[in-house]
Structure formats: C-alpha cells, structure tokens
C-alpha cells in the first residue's frame, strides 16, 4: 500500500515537473538571435528613412541605397529564416517540371505545442503587422507632402513588408483557404450571432 502512493505521488511530481517546463519552454525565447534580427533590419529601415527625410536630404542616393539594403535583408531574413524558428511557417514559390509557378505555404505540424514560444509568436507577429502599417502612414505622408522622390523607396517597403504579412497570414489559416472567403464566412458569423442574440431578447 505504502508503495503504491509513494509511486502515485512520484508520478504526479514527475508529471507536474514536466508541465512546468513546458510552460516556462513556451514562455521562454528560444531563438534570440532570430527574434533580434526579426526586428532589427525592418526597425532599421523606419529609422533610416525617418532621419534621411527629415535631416539628410541632401544625401538622398546614400539613404535610398542604405533603405533598400535594409528593407532586402529584412525580407529575405523574416521570410527564411525567423518565420520558420519562431512560429513553424514558411512560404516559397516553385516551379514544376512543366514551368508551372506555384506558391507554397507550410506549417509545421505540432506548432501549438511545444515548438512555438509564446513570447517569440508575439514578437513574431507584433512586427510583422506594425511596420507595415508604417510603411502605409509613409506613403500617403510622402503624397501628401508631394516628396515624389522618396515615393519609390516607401512604396517598396510596403510591397515587401505586405508580401512577407501575406504570406504568413495565408500559412497560418492554411495554403488552400482563401482570404477572401475567410473574411466574408467571418463577417457571415458575426451578423449571425447578432440575429440570434436580438431575437433572444425580443
């Protein structure tokens, strides 16, 4: 009797143990290298254009030049490397042997589980919805301010940085879902739940 409890109680200990590592594993950064340079290369970018439009426009090839590099890096970098470390996606486009061009979007099977940090999803996906944003509030401050000049270099960081958002977004819901229909079936819910919940009150 005795050594059935005291095993009863080794194994919960064991079992409270190891859900407690799991917890602070997902709580924890596990790539902080990938969750650094996640960040660094697109934050670099806004600065760079911000200090250039507003204290360095005699230079504006160097910071053009400087804009494009970082806004390079920061994609190829965000879309091969930190998104498939930090929250298992990745997308590529393919051609097949018949020339066909196909875009591929992956997640990796298990992600909600121990993979994924939720620190490192938040970062993830905290920088990958702002900056763009930025980009977009550059672009129409460019138009307005008719800056025509440094029209171009805003307008490809927000292609760049909306491409990256896509296709992340298109890999979280699944390849083959369409955007589109999962916004109007979302919209469809909502109206729903509010003819339901009226016609409880009524």
Same mark, same amino acid.
């Given at each position: ?61 160097? $910071? ?11 994609? #190829? ?7 498939? @470390?930090? /929250?298992?996606?990745? #997308? %590529? ?9 196909? #875009? /591929? ?8 589980? +121990?993979? /994924?940090?939720?620190?490192? +999803?938040?970062?993830? %996906? @905290? ?7 930025? %980009? ?13 000049? %440094? ?22 819901? $699944? ?28």
């Amino acid at each position: 009797m005795l050594t059935d409890d005291t095993n009863e109680e080794d194994v919960s200990l064991f079992d409270a143990e190891e859900d407690a590592g799991r917890r602070s594993k997902t709580k924890n950064i596990k790539h902080p290298v990938a969750s650094f340079f996640h960040l660094f290369f697109r934050v670099c970018a806004i600065l760079a254009y911000f200090l250039c439009e507003h204290f360095s426009s005699n230079n504006f090839i160097g $910071g053009m030049v400087t804009i494009i590099l970082l806004l390079s890096c920061d994609f #190829w970098t965000v879309k091969n490397v930190t998104g498939r @470390l930090m /929250v298992g996606l990745r #997308w %590529w486009n393919q051609v097949d042997d018949d020339g066909q061009s196909h #875009w /591929v979007f992956e997640s990796r099977k298990g992600t909600k589980n +121990s993979h /994924v940090s939720d620190s490192e +999803s938040r970062i993830f %996906w @905290l920088g990958l919805i702002v900056c763009p944003v930025v %980009w977009v509030i550059f672009a129409f401050s460019a138009l307005v301010q008719m800056k025509i000049m %440094w029209l171009p270099v805003v307008m490809m960081g927000v292609v760049l940085q909306a491409a990256n958002l896509y296709g992340y977004i298109k890999c979280k819901v $699944g390849g083959k879902t369409d955007l589109k229909n999962l916004a109007t079936n979302y919209f469809g819910r909502q109206f729903l739940k509010q003819a339901l919940s009226k016609d409880e009150e009524s």
